[in-house]
């Protein structure tokens, strides 16, 4: 019996819906693994479908097509290593989230999986039913136990499978990224090593679907938790994993592994791959963005810089009376630093029109709110006419902290179809333009070296929709607010509970109110790059009218 095993593994980017194309790719991982005198090509979790389908998986004619994809595949793949895919697969009258080992022109095996996640950006209880606890399938001289995914997370379906004889464990994944989850993966992984005594290999997709980016970073394990191999995150690539048997079984070769980022470039590249997939996968070439001369549309232009390069990035300047020439200047800076186009359009004469037009009905009223937030509608509208008009994406710019308390006018600076800063708390969108300006990597399509003019991360953050404001005129300091707003929503802390660690309450509570009061805001908002575990959207779903609040 043969004593060395070849694994192909490919860590590449599915498009949701995109059977053809998918079914490609992974044909074209088989054609190099088969090249390499691989005896299996592995891919990820539901890779013919991409993930997350959500309800599309609900279709039966969806289901049906990716299916038969997948036994097409199958026969396409006849004379060469075997092929793991994942996929939906229906049986029996249920639907199951699926991972087909496609040999010899047939669909030789289907592990079902076992633990369906159900928290954070997952709904899988709602879509798939269990399937029971696979035993391993064997594939030449190799017997391979495969949980998918969530299976795991947990200790039983591995330790099953060893049991039942798997030799190794090969977890095919679509787990999408938040800061820091390499670590819990790999904490996770390293236990079900102890657990069984068997290598692991842990295959991740890479690439962006809707908030969600997939960061890849896959490794393998050898037993007592030893690393093996480390692939990069967010790099599509296609590797070879050599096994060996020995006296105590089977073992991979060590290969010399990948650096892993820091949490700010983690979070830098997230942001940028999540905005290049989402306009490439909606048909979209190039963006436009409302450029204020403020830092927070000054990261979201260097991050459209760095995802589709400057040739394709739109700046507009829409001053107003109020906009003071340092921000016209400082806006014109960062589009000469990234390279990108700026154009100016004036909205004092359409707001002196529609202040006009609204004067009979606003007569006997003080100016307030409302015809601050007219600026900003206008904005809205104009920069829509440009997108419609030119078929550029618009990217809205606001970062967490605002979204948070409602400090954006919907309809107005919230308006656009993509938002790559959504989940950065303002503190992180300094810090994360300072880093940008120290850094440059290959895979950004922007300039090196200072990209946002340090006068633009230091000077005091305002709207300018009226004489002399500040966001702290509305707002506590944002070292403050962002404090009080990772206890609120990232950590559900009570209000006694942040009180306790020092924050006047009657801050906390005001905070709190404005959090729940603009869920109506959000609801409408534009989807953005998912950062952190508690993101604005499927991470976090409140009632829109609620009227409870902690005062305990």
Known sequence: MADTFRLTLAQVNPTVGALEQNAARARKAWLEGKAAGAQMVALPEMFITGYQTQDLVLRPAFVADAMARVRALAADCADGPALGIGTPWHEGG?????YCILAEGAVQAAVLKHHLPNDGVFDEVRLYTPGPVNGPYRIGPLRIGTPICEDAWYDDVAEAQAESGAEILLVPNGSPYHRNKHEIRMNLMVARVVETGLPLVYLNMVGGQDDQVFDGASFALNRGGRLAMQLPPFAEMVTHLDLTRGAEGWEIVPQAPAALPDEWEQDYHAMVLSLRDYLGKSGFSKVLLGLSGGVDSALVAAVATDAIGAANVRCVMLPSRYTSQASLDDAAAVANALGAGLDTLPIGGPHEAVTDALAPLFAGREPDLTEENLQSRLRGLLLMALSNKFGEMLLTTGNKSEVAVGYATIYGDMAGGYNPIK????????????????????????????????????????????????????LPPY??????????????????????????????????????????????????????????????????????????
């Open 423 to 474: 989940d950065l708390y303002k503190t992180r969108v300094f810090e994360t333009c300072r880093w940008r300006n120290a850094n440059h990597r290959d895979w950004m399509m922007g300039p090196e070296g200072v990209v946002i003019p340090p006068q633009v991360i230091d000077k005091p953050p305002s709207a300018e929709l009226r004489e002399d404001q500040r966001d702290e005129d509305s």
């Open 94 to 98: 249920r639907l199951y989230n699926a």
């Open 479 to 552: 070292p403050e607010l962002d404090a009080i707003l990772e206890g609120l929503v990232d950590r559900d802390e009570s209000v006694a509970e942040l009180v306790a660690r020092g924050f006047a309450r009657e801050t906390v509570e005001r905070v709190e109110h404005l959090v729940y009061l603009s869920e109506y805001k959000r609801f409408q908002a534009a989807p953005g790059t998912r950062l952190t575990p508690r993101a604005f959207w499927l991470d976090r779903r409140y009632p829109i009218v609620n009227r409870w609040r902690d005062r305990a």
